[in-house]
């Protein structure tokens, strides 16, 4: 059973950073797409970045150059990490951030709980 870990959440003023971490474990398969999304109350959950398996980055226009995602894949598939470094952060960067990964093998599409991203003015 595949578990996704998320860390690094909390509240940072505007103009600040902060770097959260994904922890995904128990994959027997290659995990091929990682990522973040980003949801607030009353609003569908958005995509904010994802990596393949082989660093194809994908950013939402709001985050491009202040947000900057990357992995560390296990030599075995045991253990894959997802870090999302964001800088600059906004007001309306606030919102519950959840880790997503993808193993297109054996169609597995698994979120985690989130992690709470609050940015005061």
């Known amino acids: 059973q595949v578990q996704l870990v998320e860390s690094g959440g909390g509240l940072v003023q505007a103009g600040g950073s902060l770097r959260l971490s994904c922890v995904a474990s128990?994959?027997?398969?290659?995990?091929?797409?990682m990522g973040w999304y980003r949801q607030t109350p009353g609003n569908q959950r958005e995509l904010v970045a994802t990596?393949?398996?082989?660093?194809?980055?994908?950013?939402?226009?709001s985050v491009k150059g202040r947000f900057t995602i990357s992995r560390d894949n296990a030599k075995n598939t045991a253990k894959n990490t997802v870090y999302l470094q964001m800088d600059s952060l906004k007001p309306e960067d606030t919102a519950v951030y959840y880790c997503?990964?993808?193993?297109?093998?054996?169609?597995?599409?698994?979120w985690g709980k989130g992690t709470l991203v609050t940015v005061s003015s």
């Open positions: 128990g994959s027997r398969f290659s995990i091929n797409t």
């Open positions: 997503n990964i993808k193993v297109t093998l054996i169609a597995l599409n698994t």
């Open positions: 990596i393949t398996d082989n660093g194809i980055t994908n950013y939402a226009d």
